[in-house]
């Protein structure tokens, strides 16, 4: 028995059979603490990922928004900027925000006025009809630098402000320019316009041309030349695409009596041509008198740059009425056969403005409005976010009272306008409310 190899006391079982057990139990220890101390690693480097990260951006936001955020609406920020000019430091002035904005118009709309108000409170800065220079708006790249650099104020001019600026911007033409580059001659040559205006001194003036086929030309060339001052329109989808990205409102400024606007257009260009004020053409001032008086003011420039300024400024408004009333002497003939086409057509322009800046923040103010009612400045104001103020100008209205004593051939216009949508501006008047 004792030298049977197979036979074991049960003590040596016990020690045989305890080693197969241990392994086992070792193996799941290990397993329980790495998977323990993995557990903690992978979180303490999820930790430290998320703090730097968070850490990075925060810098970020630091440097891109150094000013306060304004206590505004959701809706009003993307209007709110911050520019950085490269020509000055904006120094005290870096965290007031300012407000983009463009007026969109038409010639002799009296958006020349309705600027010099603006431009009279302390902190608006509209800078003019910048793309009247051809140049500036040859193309959208062209025209988009142009806008960046008075958007960022870097344009310098006469609107430039000593206060905080807090709403910069231009004055646009829907109609201003060509598409081609057409010229007086070749107009001339086509036979739009008669030989005689070739020798005009307005001759390199592209609305004058439009004049001209107004009164000489018939309804479908008057149209055609017509389709040649775009302006604005001509790249309507950038420039909108543009002023939703950037932040830009929209002012649309134009005249309920489309009239009047054209009496003004046909007296601007009789202006550059004829130069009423310095006598230059007499056979264009209605008397003797006017020629002299009109000579008379161009001394009386002269010495009163020599007063004091408060009795120069007295004098000047009192030349500015006198240069209104000679220059409301003349009364222009107007072509009854496309008075209708033209009065269509600025309406459709006008619509077709409205219609493609729709998407984008607008306000839409109308010069007798303006005329008759100042409170619409306020609507302005508030619109530009600016402080209210009692906004003036020292433009004197030139052409003022009833229209049949400004056009020659006022009854041929009557009875062209009786009857049609039209006839209404036959009878509007400027009375204040």
Not at 408 to 426: A, H, R, V
Request: charged share 20%; with cysteine; hydrophobic share 40%.
């Amino acid at each position: 028995m004792a030298d049977d190899p197979c036979s074991f006391t049960k003590q040596e079982l016990f020690l045989l059979k305890a080693p197969k057990k241990s392994p086992l139990v070792l193996r799941m220890i290990v397993l329980v603490f790495v998977m323990v101390c993995g557990v903690y690693i992978c979180t303490i480097c999820l930790k430290q990922i998320s703090t730097r990260t968070n850490t990075g951006l925060f810098t970020v936001q630091t440097i891109e928004k150094p000013c306060p955020e304004p206590n505004v609406e959701l809706s009003e920020a993307p209007y709110l900027h911050y520019p950085n000019p490269t020509s000055y430091s904006r120094a005290e002035c870096a965290c007031n925000p300012v407000r983009y904005f463009a007026i969109l118009s038409m010639q002799r709309s009296g958006s020349g006025w309705f600027e010099t108000l603006l431009n009279n409170h302390t902190n608006i800065s509209s800078n003019g009809e910048i793309f009247s220079v051809k140049v500036r708006r040859s193309n959208m790249s062209t025209i988009g630098e142009t806008l960046d650099r008075i958007y960022n104020l870097d344009w310098l001019s006469s609107a430039s402000k000593n206060e905080c600026t807090a709403a910069v911007g231009l004055k646009w033409m829907l109609n201003q320019e060509p598409k081609l580059a057409l010229n007086i001659t070749m107009l001339g040559m086509l036979g739009i316009i008669p030989a005689a205006f070739l020798c005009s001194p307005v001759s390199n003036v592209s609305f004058a041309l439009l004049y001209a086929c107004f009164i000489y030309g018939t309804e479908e060339e008057y149209l055609i030349l017509q389709r040649f001052m775009q302006g604005v329109m001509q790249h309507h989808e950038e420039i909108v695409e543009y002023f939703k990205q950037r932040g830009v409102s929209a002012i649309f400024l134009f005249r309920r009596n489309l009239l009047r606007r054209m009496i003004s257009v046909l007296a601007n260009s009789y202006d550059r041509d004829a130069k009423p004020l310095n006598g230059t053409h007499k056979s264009h001032v209605h008397s003797p008198k006017e020629v002299s008086l009109s000579l008379s003011l161009s001394l009386l420039c002269t010495q009163t740059q020599q007063l004091p300024i408060v009795e120069r400024q007295s004098v000047t408004d009192h030349m500015k009425l006198f240069q209104a009333e000679i220059l409301a002497k003349y009364k222009p003939i107007i072509n009854a056969t496309l008075l209708i086409a033209n009065l269509r057509q600025v309406e459709e322009t006008t619509t077709k403005a409205l219609e493609y800046f729709k998407s984008t923040r607008h306000i839409l103010i109308y010069y007798e409005d303006v005329l008759k009612n100042r409170t619409k400045l306020i609507d302005v104001q508030d619109f530009l976010k600016v402080p209210r103020k009692d906004l003036k100008s020292r433009q004197v209205k030139i052409h003022k009272g009833p229209l049949s004593n400004q056009i020659e051939n006022w009854g041929d216009i009557q009875k062209t306008l009786k009857g049609t949508p039209y006839e209404s501006f036959l009878h509007a008047d400027y009375r204040r409310r």
